[in-house]
């Protein structure tokens, strides 16, 4: 990732004016998260060592980053809106070494923000492999390492902003997919029923779960665009300052 010190100077400058933004433009954003979300991604998202940390071969060069810092913000965000609506996801433990369950969870939410079906049924199978699992193993893991392809990482975003540690978790196993969807299952299976309710009234496919999932996809992309004209003022102040330095005004 490269970055002229302009650039950095300005983006890092954009995160301190989410800071100091008094109110909010864009309804349902949170200004102090976005703030603490768009300084972590600035750093994260340009920095190559950030990838390397996973081993990952992506080619994300940009003349500015700002696509993939927007990116992080999005998944970054949409996360915390998770964690938010479902507090007692943070202490829900890991289905594999590495890979927190609410993670999962906000991936499939993410992934799946229209429409999820099978979920309930798969879980109810209790087997990972079977066929009513089909769609939640293509939704829930690669199928091969995201270390090795591209465009496959591009699907799976969520995991590469959110949890480093999980892109790890995910290319170790043998068999991702199943592997992963079964570690899901028997995650699930230890919350008490209150938590399990609280998961599927996220991730079922009744309108109340679907209208929540869009939500969450709305508020996130209103934090982008929260983003886009903090850092578009920031720019513009910028531009001015440098023009009246230039005339001597």
């Known amino acids: 990732m490269k970055l002229t010190v302009k650039t950095l100077i300005t983006l890092v400058v954009a995160g301190s004016a989410l800071l100091l933004t008094p109110t909010k433009s864009h309804a349902q954003v949170n200004m102090t998260t976005l703030a603490e979300v768009a300084k972590s991604c600035q750093k994260d998202a340009v920095s190559r060592r950030y990838y390397q940390q996973m081993l990952l071969r992506l080619s994300r060069e940009s003349s500015t980053g700002n696509a ?8 970054r965000y949409h996360f915390s809106l998770v964690l938010e609506q479902f507090p007692g996801l943070s202490s829900g433990g890991e289905i594999i070494r590495g890979y927190p369950g609410s ?3 906000g991936l499939l939410a993410a992934r799946y923000k229209y ?3 099978g979920l309930l049924d798969c879980l ?3 087997d990972a492999s079977s066929d009513v699992c089909s769609s939640t193993r293509y939704t829930i893991a690669a199928g091969v390492k995201l270390r090795c392809c591209s465009d496959t990482s591009w699907d799976f975003d969520y995991l590469i902003y959110v949890c480093p ?3 790890v978790a995910h290319d170790e196993v043998s068999g991702s997919q199943t592997v992963i969807l079964r570690a899901f299952m028997k995650w699930f299976l230890t919350l008490d029923k209150s938590e399990r309710r609280q998961v599927m009234s996220l991730l079922g496919d009744e309108d109340n779960a679907r209208n929540l999932r869009r939500n969450l996809s709305q508020q996130s992309n ?8 903090a850092r578009a003022r920031v720019e513009q102040q910028e531009r001015e300052r440098r ?3 230039l005339l001597g005004l």
């Open 68 to 75: 993939f810092i927007e990116l992080c913000i999005r998944e």
């Open 103 to 105: 993670v999962v969870v």
């Open 115 to 117: 429409g999820l079906r």
């Open 124 to 126: 109810i199978s209790e």
């Open 165 to 167: 540690s999980c892109v």
């Open 222 to 229: 209103a934090a982008i665009a929260e983003y886009r004209e």
């Open 243 to 245: 023009r009246q330095e």
